[in-house]
């Protein structure tokens, strides 16, 4: 089941109309009926990402996005269905409608004009290289650009320049009242400016706006009722007071794939590009936890006694003391020290950073570097704990520590680089597993991290491992998750209601498997449910597509009947009579690499022989079966 409440996916744009307010984002076009709290996808086409949007009564624009050539989509039935109306050159950036006539600007400053509803389209010539924005109403165009807003009076022919505003690339104009809103950003600053003359003069409204902390560029900015939403890196913002303060609509919003999970008493974090998230419910809202953090690409966290750590970047190490919803910086000894990975072992924390490991037994107020430790020039990016063992990930390798991270040595890695580092690693019985970046199959120790060998499933590349009790999860790319109940002798898969084929990472909380599919968010499965199923629901790794006999076969009313896919696709399985004529469609829809069975209930039918055929891209296969009443 999802529980990521939908959006999920960096914000290009959001946009408005009606009761529903519609998000743009990577991975693909959101909308929301009740205000930005949970959120579905609407798919207009699936190799293209959609970077604005602009609505007029049943006519819906996008502007798209493939590999950085541009195309305009329409839509005249809400949204229902689309097709291409314009091939643009470069991405498209901006769209804008008045009555019959649509503008379309693009990231390389070309502006197109049609007075047809999109059948046609005209090339106009624009001053800039860059248009972000597009706002029509009634005879005023205006046009965002890069450190610029432009003005036409005469439907794009002539271009005046309004206001120049140093690092600002203009991303959404909209109209709110009477006040026109301009907002933008850069890597360096993120401001919306209004008009209140149709804009002819534009002045500042905000900057470094509250509530956003850090976020830096805006890329989409509408109005809908009495608020407004802003678009960004980090999510989907709101404010009800014109602007002056705003909130993270973030119930359930993933923004990217989750790095990893966390669990402080029922309370489960979750660690993303550019965000920390917890929920109370077990993953059916989801808030932010970035009240006093600042912007960082991705926090390594941990829990040391009834405290929480995050460390990130240069001197940035942050302590929270209420579970995770205010952060202080955590002053100290960390002075010019870049944290990159936090952990607790015993009463010490153990921190990663660019010249090496360092401990602190104070709660993080004093650190020292052990002797003889780490060199000084070991760069550790990881830093992971599995009972009295310390491992450091570091570029070239990992060590392992078994003294507190005094001494420390390299194990043995079975790979062809022996510089290879080991990652996720967990603990399942007497063995430890780890994932290896970069190859493929999972890795098992069985002394306690000296020597690492690989356990099979070398034709897969694993991404992430986790466990409970005799139930061992590996995150895969394109095989979904593979559970063993052996120590890795056998795998099954694990693809049912899985949202997408590759995994980046998993975890453990209240009896459920939290599974984070690449850009998708986070799934949860009840672990309950797979300790009862497991066998009979998840099947061996095969490596080629077969269809089974059916069982019971002679059979009255009921029989079952297995298959096995190689390769994810479109599956058909069919029933025919003797005669060749088609009975039923059992399975027809995309499934991923595993072995399946169907049950099939032929109780209107009388007693013969039927066929059963499993269809393919790549093959057809028949078998008898044979009905008994």
């Known amino acids: 089941m999802d529980r990521s409440n939908g959006l999920s996916g960096f914000v290009y744009g959001v946009s408005a109309f009606h009761d529903t307010i519609a998000a743009l984002t990577t991975t693909s076009a959101f909308y929301s009926t009740d205000a930005g709290v949970t959120w579905s996808s609407t798919l207009i086409s699936r190799?293209?990402?959609?970077?604005?949007?602009?609505?007029?009564?049943?006519?819906?624009?996008?502007?798209?996005?493939?590999?950085?050539?541009?195309?305009?989509?329409?839509?005249?039935?809400?949204?229902?269905?689309?097709?291409?109306?314009?091939?643009?050159?470069?991405?498209?950036?901006?769209?804008?409608?008045?009555?019959?006539?649509?503008?379309?600007?693009?990231?390389?400053?070309?502006?197109?004009?049609?007075?047809?509803?999109?059948?046609?389209?005209?090339?106009?010539?624009?001053?800039?290289?860059?248009?972000?924005?597009?706002?029509?109403?009634?005879?005023?165009?205006?046009?965002?650009?890069?450190?610029?807003?432009y003005r036409s009076t005469d439907n794009g022919a002539n271009w005046t320049k309004s206001a120049d505003i140093p690092r600002v690339d203009f991303r959404r104009i909209i109209k709110f009242g009477t006040i026109i809103y301009a907002a933008g950003g850069s890597s360096m600053n993120s401001s919306i400016y209004t008009s209140t003359n149709e804009g002819k003069t534009w002045h500042l409204h905000c900057n470094k706006i509250a509530g956003l902390g850090d976020v830096n560029q805006?890329?989409?900015?509408?109005?809908?009722?009495?608020?407004?939403?802003?678009?960004?890196?980090?999510?989907?913002?709101?404010?009800?007071?014109?602007?002056?303060?705003?909130?993270?609509?973030?119930?359930?919003?993933?923004?990217?794939?989750?790095?990893?999970?966390?669990?402080?008493?029922?309370?489960?974090?979750?660690?993303?590009?550019?965000?920390?998230?917890?929920?109370?419910?077990?993953?059916?809202?989801?808030?932010?936890?970035?009240?006093?953090?600042?912007?960082?690409?991705?926090?390594?966290?941990?829990?040391?006694?009834?405290?929480?750590?995050?460390a990130g970047g240069p001197d940035q190490l942050y302590i929270s003391s209420d579970s995770g919803k205010t952060w202080n910086k955590r002053s100290g000894s960390l002075n010019h020290i870049n944290a990159l990975g936090i952990a607790t072992a015993g009463n010490n924390l153990i921190l990663g950073t660019r010249t090496g490991v360092l401990i602190s037994n104070d709660t993080g107020a004093t650190w020292i570097q052990p002797s003889p430790g780490l060199n000084v020039s070991t760069y550790v990016n990881n830093i992971i704990v599995i009972d009295n063992l310390i491992f450091a990930s570091v570029d070239m390798g990992f060590y392992r520590s078994?003294?507190?991270?005094?001494?420390?040595?390299?194990?043995?890695?079975?790979?062809?680089?022996?510089?290879?580092?080991?990652?996720?690693?967990?603990?399942?019985?007497q063995y430890l597993y780890g994932t290896v970046p970069g190859y493929y199959g999972l890795y098992k120790s069985g002394d306690y991290g000296a020597n690492w060998y690989s356990l099979g499933l070398e034709s897969i590349e694993v991404t992430s491992v986790t466990t409970t009790g005799n139930m061992i999860f590996a995150g895969t790319l394109d095989y979904g998750v593979l559970l063993s109940t052996n120590s890795g002798g056998n795998w099954y898969t694990l693809n049912d209601g899985l949202s997408a084929p590759s995994v980046w990472s998993m975890g453990i909380h209240h009896n459920k498997?939290?599974?984070?599919?690449?850009?998708?968010?986070?799934?949860?499965?009840?672990?309950?449910?797979?300790?009862?199923?497991?066998?009979?629901?998840?099947?061996?790794?095969?490596?080629?597509?077969?269809?089974?006999?059916?069982?019971?076969?002679?059979?009255?009313?009921?029989?079952?009947?297995?298959?096995?896919?190689?390769?994810?696709?479109?599956?058909?399985?069919?029933?025919?009579?003797?005669?060749?004529?088609?009975?039923?469609?059992?399975?027809?829809?995309?499934?991923?690499?595993?072995?399946?069975?169907?049950?099939?209930?032929?109780?209107?039918?009388?007693?013969?022989?039927?066929?059963?055929?499993?269809?393919?891209?790549?093959?057809?296969?028949?078998?008898?079966?044979?009905?008994?009443?």
């Not at 497991?534 to 099947?539: H, P």
């Open 402 to 429: 078994t003294d507190g991270g005094i001494n420390w040595t390299a194990p043995y890695l079975a790979t062809s680089n022996p510089y290879q580092t080991v990652s996720h690693i967990v603990k399942a019985g």
């Open 218 to 310: 805006i890329n989409g900015f509408i109005q809908k009722d009495s608020m407004l939403f802003v678009g960004s890196g980090a999510g989907l913002y709101s404010s009800i007071d014109s602007g002056k303060t705003w909130n993270l609509n973030n119930q359930g919003i993933a923004r990217s794939s989750v790095d990893s999970y966390i669990s402080l008493g029922s309370r489960l974090f979750a660690t993303t590009d550019y965000n920390i998230m917890y929920s109370d419910d077990d993953g059916f809202t989801w808030i932010s936890s970035m009240n006093g953090l600042p912007f960082y690409w991705r926090y390594s966290v941990c829990i040391y006694k009834s405290f929480l750590f995050a």
């Open 513 to 629: 498997l939290y599974v984070s599919p690449l850009a998708h968010g986070t799934q949860i499965f009840p672990l309950e449910l797979l300790g009862i199923t497991a066998i009979s629901s998840f099947s061996n790794i095969i490596h080629n597509t077969c269809l089974g006999q059916n069982y019971p076969n002679p059979f009255n009313a009921s029989t079952v009947i297995p298959f096995s896919v190689k390769q994810r696709g479109i599956v058909r399985l069919k029933i025919f009579n003797l005669l060749g004529k088609e009975i039923c469609t059992l399975v027809n829809q995309e499934h991923f690499p595993g072995s399946y069975s169907v049950n099939w209930n032929a109780a209107n039918l009388s007693s013969g022989i039927y066929f059963c055929q499993l269809e393919t891209s790549t093959q057809v296969e028949t078998k008898k079966i044979l009905l008994l009443k």
């Open 47 to 149: 190799n293209q990402v959609v970077m604005c949007i602009c609505r007029k009564q049943q006519r819906i624009f996008a502007g798209m996005d493939e590999f950085n050539y541009g195309y305009v989509q329409r839509s005249t039935n809400n949204g229902l269905t689309w097709t291409s109306c314009l091939s643009a050159g470069n991405t498209v950036l901006g769209i804008a409608i008045n009555n019959n006539t649509v503008f379309a600007g693009t990231f390389s400053g070309q502006l197109y004009r049609s007075t047809n509803n999109g059948d046609d389209w005209t090339s106009l010539s624009f001053p800039k290289n860059y248009i972000g924005a597009l706002f029509l109403d009634d005879s005023v165009l205006i046009a965002g650009g890069s450190e610029v807003i």
